[in-house]
């Protein structure tokens, strides 16, 4: 049995990066369109438009993946199927979801579609993997900080399919799980708005005083091309590439790297010259290698000094000198500049500026120069952003199908041509008849000459033969038949694929959902070290606790404790948790009394929950925004749902969450390796750790533990009186 190839997944967001990743040789991309995919920003697909392009992808045999990633409101359900009746007639191969309203509108309206989990919807366990398969989906797409040991688990325990992110944008915070950017400016990421704050630069402050500035939540690229073999012996079925906003160049590297890179696993490869050109087309600073696939807390995530594109080092300004109202620039540079090369200037660490470059003066081999109005000064450091030549040779490549002809021109018989490719044969009959020639006969050079005119297709002509006769023939008639017969055969090659998507709407559907949720009976007051105590008797909730450490020890002491404020009391699980940590988890939920109340933020944590025959309620980090999705976890054995912050519902049969801090980010590396530098060995956490943006918004970093670190960032501050006050009743260390 043939072992399958494991797929290059590319990301589309217009027409020149969709070419750039079909010429290339990507396996399949992913597209979003209209508001319901988290790039809103990304609107060159849309419904009138996508089945053309299904159509040319399909033809080259990739596969087009359609990213409904965002989170549904229950005003747009209706809107939602029609858009979905949209994409399933343009017979796209699958559609990316995280709301499980989603996924169950196209189970309900459609037979046979193809569901994929999104990263955002934080699979990375065992637990989460089975979840996801028993709903119905046939791939997840997994969190970013899977391990390396977690995506064999999940292989070995599911054998579901695995789509692993290997190059682009890193998200700081646990995919879907990001509420920064709602919090300021009211732009949710679940609904595609995310206003990229984590690129912005903080102050990091402990006990009042500054310890470090810089872009402090900006996450480095990440780049897996040399760690290929071990995602293969992993059994990953497919590598994506993050980037739908990103250039053609891009797209076009980044496949092409990943494409050879695959080819040449058992050869010897210059994988740096790779990593080289992709770091050329986009990247902040040095790329992460290993990201999160390594045990433990990973080191250097962030990079403070650069929140944009780097690019490559390339030299630096020896010399400047006024040229009327410009610059003229002299560079000492390793790599030859062109006209239309966008370069970037560093004075040691810090950004003076970018510049396009225009005419350029080439003094010697390593010698450059250049003219610009931006202000530069001798020993910049010059950085290259674009390589105007490599981009060109990139998305100038055309990729053809190569077919054969046979021509059948005989006397007083209908012309006929015949192209194959594969498996499939087309064949066109012309009205005309060969009439014998009384002089000048039709060359077979001439029909192979005429033949081969397939400049305006997407096929190159391979070979060609020919049963030719003593016959004339117009040109004017070979070209019509030339052009009816490629048609017929790109016909032929997407049908023949699209018999395999048996995707399609169910006659008469209708959405059938109940929510019969009963009425909650208590607030939910969460809580940790920076509550106030004197709140929690006022709201007479349930209390929801937070551990800061997790071992079975800590958390039934814990609980006991809270039980003097409140007889109900519920386990607040984390929202990242490795397969190690579910170990600890499992022991921990399996000492716990049978009444206590735990809150699932994870898929994951439902499934284990489940198998400890404990009472659940939904977390707000499950991104419940629509009845519908709402209905589905109660389905799944949830008591009671707590709706998203982000979407505030109007039904009442919901529980209402107390004061409390809000939690926006969380982080599954640790904030302080990026301030002071250090390591695990040496540890350098602080527990009055704020981060301060530029309007002086302050949020704090709180760490939880279970078999690793895990952070989280919080909307505001609770005074130290208060903290004081209660690590004399909780043990919070």
């Known amino acids: 049995m043939m072992k399958k190839t494991i797929e290059i997944l590319a990301p589309c967001g217009d027409e020149e990066s969709f070419f750039a ?42 596969k087009v993946y359609i990213t ?24 796209v191969d699958a559609f990316i979801i995280q709301d499980l309203a989603v996924a169950e509108i196209f189970k309900q309206c459609f037979t046979d579609v193809v569901l994929h989990a999104s990263t955002q919807l934080g699979i990375h366990n065992v637990a989460g993997a089975k979840m996801a398969k028993s709903l119905g989906f046939s791939r997840v797409v997994l969190s970013r900080e899977s391990k390396l040991d977690d995506i064999l688990a999940i292989k070995k325990e599911t054998n579901i399919e695995i789509e692993y992110f290997v190059q682009g944008a890193l998200c700081v915070s646990f995919s879907g799980n990001c509420y920064l950017s709602e919090h300021e400016l009211g732009k949710s990421g679940n609904r595609g708005k995310c206003a990229q704050l984590c690129r912005l630069p903080y102050t990091a402050m402990i006990d009042n005083k500054v310890v470090g500035s810089g872009y402090l939540l900006s996450a480095r690229d990440l780049c897996l091309i040399e760690n290929l073999a071990i995602l293969k012996k992993a059994n990953v079925d497919s590598l994506k590439i993050e980037g739908r906003l990103r250039r053609a160049g891009y797209v076009a590297q980044c496949v092409k790297s990943y494409k050879s890179a695959l080819e040449n696993l058992n050869t010897k490869f210059d994988l740096n010259k790779e990593k080289h050109d992709l770091k050329k087309v986009f990247s902040r600073g040095d790329f992460l290698t290993r990201a999160y696939l390594d045990e433990g807390t ?53 950004e003076m500026g970018s510049l396009g470059v225009g005419n350029v003066e080439k003094i010697n081999q390593d010698t450059f120069v250049i003219y610009s109005k931006t202000k530069v000064k001798p020993n910049y450091r010059v950085f290259l952003t674009l390589d105007s030549e490599n981009e060109k040779a990139l998305t100038s490549h055309t990729r053809k199908l190569a077919i054969d002809a046979i021509v059948l021109a005989k006397e007083n018989s209908k012309l006929a041509l015949t192209f194959k490719f594969n498996d499939c044969t087309c064949t066109a009959i012309s009205e005309y008849i060969c009439p014998p020639a009384a002089s000048n006969p039709t060359s077979f050079d001439e029909l192979y000459n005429q033949v081969s005119k397939l400049n305006d297709t997407n096929f190159v002509l391979n070979s060609f033969d020919g049963d030719i006769e003593n016959v004339f023939i117009p040109k004017s008639i070979i070209n019509q038949l030339r052009r009816d017969c490629a048609q017929n055969l790109e016909d032929s090659i997407i049908n023949s694929y699209e018999q395999q998507i048996l995707a399609k709407e169910k006659t008469k559907a209708k959405l059938n959902y109940e929510f019969d949720l009963p009425e ?28 800061q450490v997790f071992s079975v020890d800590n958390v039934l002491a814990n609980l006991k404790k809270a039980k003097h404020f409140s007889p109900d009391v519920a386990l607040n699980l984390p929202i990242i948790s490795n397969e190690k940590d579910c170990k600890l988890l499992s022991s921990i939920l399996s000492s716990l009394p049978k009444d206590t109340i735990c809150i699932a933020q994870n898929l994951g944590h439902i499934e284990l929950i489940k198998q400890h025959n404990l009472t659940f309620i939904t977390g707000e980090h499950l991104n419940i925004g629509n009845s519908l999705s709402a209905s589905l976890y109660h389905k799944l054995g949830a008591s009671e749902i707590i709706f998203s912050k982000e979407f ?86």
């Open 520 to 547: 909650p009976k208590h607030n939910i007051y969460y809580f940790d070290e920076d509550t106030i105590l004197d709140e929690i008797k006022f709201v007479s909730p349930i209390l929801a606790f937070t551990p």
């Open 21 to 62: 990743s079909i010429n290339n040789g990507a396996d399949a991309i992913y597209l979003g369109l209209g508001d319901f995919n988290a790039r809103a920003k990304s609107t060159f697909f849309t419904t009138e438009n996508l089945r053309k392009y299904v159509r040319i992808a399909h033809l080259f045999n990739v």
């Open 648 to 733: 505030p519902t109007k039904l009442s049969n919901v529980y209402k969450m107390a004061k409390g801090n809000k939690t926006l980010m969380n982080f599954a590396h640790c904030p302080f390796k990026t301030i002071f530098n250090n390591n695990c060995k040496n540890c350098k956490f602080s527990k009055n750790l704020q981060i301060i943006g530029s309007n002086q918004q302050k949020y704090y970093i709180k760490r939880y533990r279970l078999t690793q670190c895990y952070f989280t960032m919080k909307s505001n501050t609770r005074p130290e009186a208060t903290q004081n006050k209660l690590k004399n009743v909780f043990d919070f260390t």
């Open 298 to 350: 990973p080191d250097n995530v962030i990079n403070p000094h650069i929140q944009n594109h780097l690019g490559i080092e390339i030299g630096k300004v020896v010399k400047t000198q006024p040229f009327k109202d410009l610059t003229k620039i002299w560079i000492n540079s390793s790599h030859a500049i062109h006209s239309n090369d966008g370069l970037k200037l560093l004075d040691g660490e810090t």
């Open 68 to 91: 409904t990633n965002t989170i549904l409101l229950d005003e747009e359900i209706d809107s939602f199927i029609h858009f979905a009746k949209e994409c399933v007639k343009a017979k």
